[in-house]
């Protein structure tokens, strides 16, 4: 292939081809064994940020995971906050 469009890499493919790896990554993210729907998914320029609330730090460390996995070679940020499901430690004082 020629053209202007033969020297173009894949990282450079233009804000179509990043919008098409963002939903592929929402995509995965809600239909594999997470089920997590739960994460939001911003492109801020040329970056990714990923924020929200997940119920363990091995399911926060999975998303990173398929991000990464998904928008290799695009910086890829995190806000992900690991929701506190332990029993409490002591009674609560109503007064």
């Not at 592929?24 to 994460?39: M, Q, Y």
């Not at 990714?48 to 999975?62: K, M, Y």
């Amino acid at each position: 292939m020629t053209g202007p469009d033969a020297q173009r890499a894949p990282a450079a493919a233009g804000p179509e081809h990043l919008e098409y790896r963002v939903a592929h990554l929402r995509d995965r993210l809600a239909a594999g064994d997470l089920g997590e729907l739960g994460v939001r998914i911003e492109v801020r320029g040329e970056a990714v940020l990923l924020t929200g609330t997940v119920p363990s730090a091995q399911c926060r460390d999975e998303v990173r995971r398929i991000a990464q996995e998904e928008l290799t070679g695009l910086p890829v940020h995190d806000d992900l906050v690991v929701t506190d499901c332990s029993s409490p430690d002591h009674a609560e004082d109503i007064a």
